[in-house]
């Protein structure tokens, strides 16, 4: 795997662990597939457009559960 697609790969996972953690609710979904455009207009040669709904989904089911950080 290239450094590009592994440095992608990485990106992704932090946006989605991102959204998991967070614990602002408001609106964290939305955020999370605004910086996924940003990721693939920065790197549109590495994913195929079927796989961006796929991405996006899993997303707002990250968005959906509720996150397990700590709270004060």
């Given at each position: 795997m290239s450094e590009q697609k592994q440095r992608f790969k990485k990106a992704l996972e932090v946006v989605l662990d991102g959204v998991s953690l967070s614990t602002n609710t408001e609106r964290r979904g939305e955020v999370g597939v605004y910086l996924l455009g940003l990721l693939i207009a920065?790197?549109?040669?590495?994913?195929?457009?079927?796989?961006?709904?796929?991405?996006?989904?899993?997303?707002?089911?990250?968005?959906?559960q509720e996150s397990p950080a700590f709270r004060l």
């Open positions: 920065d790197n549109p040669n590495l994913v195929e457009k079927a796989d961006i709904k796929t991405i996006q989904s899993i997303i707002e089911m990250a968005d959906e």
